[in-house]
C-alpha cells in the first residue's frame, strides 16, 4: 500500500481548518477539533494524519469487512 498523498490544509482566520484532498474539500474542522488537529499535525506526518482525520486512509481491515455477517450480499 503506498502512503497517502495530495492532502493540504488551510487556517482560516476565525479557527476553522479546511482539508482539502487534490484540490477538493474533504473536510473542515473547527473549535476544539480544530485545535486537535494542529496538535497533531505539528508532532507526526502530515500526510498521514490528514488522510485519517477525512476518513480516506485504508486500516487493512477491509478483506475481515467482505467477511462480516452484516456485508454478506453485497
Known amino acids: 500500500m503506498s502512503a497517502p498523498s495530495g492532502f493540504s490544509y488551510t487556517r482560516r ?14 473536510a473542515t474542522l473547527r473549535g476544539g477539533r480544530a485545535a486537535k488537529f494542529l496538535d497533531e499535525i505539528a508532532a507526526r506526518d502530515e500526510q498521514l494524519v490528514m488522510a485519517r482525520w477525512t476518513g480516506s ?17 453485497r
Open 57 to 73: 486512509y485504508k486500516f487493512g481491515n477491509e478483506r475481515a469487512a467482505r467477511r462480516h455477517p452484516r456485508n454478506q450480499g
Open 13 to 26: 482566520s476565525d479557527g476553522t481548518v479546511v482539508i482539502t484532498h487534490r484540490g477538493r474539500a474533504a
